[in-house]
């Protein structure tokens, strides 16, 4: 089994100090494989923080000022995984281009953010069932649109060709767990 860390949009110390503690203890107490930014760490010590956790891949933000790609393809079991910060994708969220994004990508599995609102969206294409995750912002930060201002993150169990997503929310000093499990299905 591997465990992956998905997390975001964090923007230390520009518009937050601290990832809550709640968060840092759950990920903390947890033995991740790798780690999934979507960027706008915009401090390289957020990289060496989330170095700590796991293989670390991230992508450069719109706000990161840091030397990183724009887009990362990882193999995770039978899923390939796709990663960008999703600044390109109008208007922010858009499931439709996001869909779009995957596809041209070739990945079962995308993993944006830019939104700093926690999403899960299960899609169908004529050749394939994909997963977008939208991890939301570690720190519940602002941004220029859709934020939720609750500090979330994700947590996924990948089995061969099956994920279990873990989505947090920090709802006060409480962390609420949502899950659902998603299969790599590909048509011919």
């Not at 520009?14 to 760490?41: N, S, Y």
């Not at 915009?42 to 790609?69: C, Q, W």
């Not at 994708?89 to 944006?112: C, F, S, T």
């Not at 201002?149 to 089995?159: G, H, Q």
Request: with cysteine; proline share 4%; glycine share 8%.
């Amino acid at each position: 089994m591997l465990k992956v860390l998905v997390i975001g949009d964090i923007h230390i110390p520009e518009r937050a100090h601290t990832i809550p503690k709640p968060i840092m203890d759950k990920i903390g107490a947890e033995q991740f494989d790798f780690v999934l930014c979507t960027g706008d760490l915009t401090d390289e010590r957020i990289m060496k923080l989330l170095s700590h956790f796991g293989k670390l891949y991230v992508v450069r933000g719109n706000m990161d000022f840091l030397a990183l790609p724009k887009s990362v393809r990882v193999e995770a079991e039978a899923f390939t995984i796709g990663l960008i910060h999703g600044d390109t994708v109008y208007p922010r969220g858009n499931i439709k281009e996001l869909a779009r994004e995957a596809q041209r990508m070739d990945v079962d599995m995308l993993v944006y953010g830019h939104t700093h609102r926690l999403s899960v969206n299960e899609v169908g294409t004529e050749s394939r069932e994909m997963l977008l995750l939208d991890p939301g912002s570690a720190t519940g930060c602002w941004s220029g649109g859709l934020a939720s201002f609750t500090p979330s993150f994700i947590m996924l169990e990948i089995v061969r060709n099956e994920t279990i997503v873990h989505s947090y929310e920090l709802k006060g000093e409480v962390l609420e767990e949502n899950i659902i499990k998603f299969r790599a299905c590909r048509y011919s």
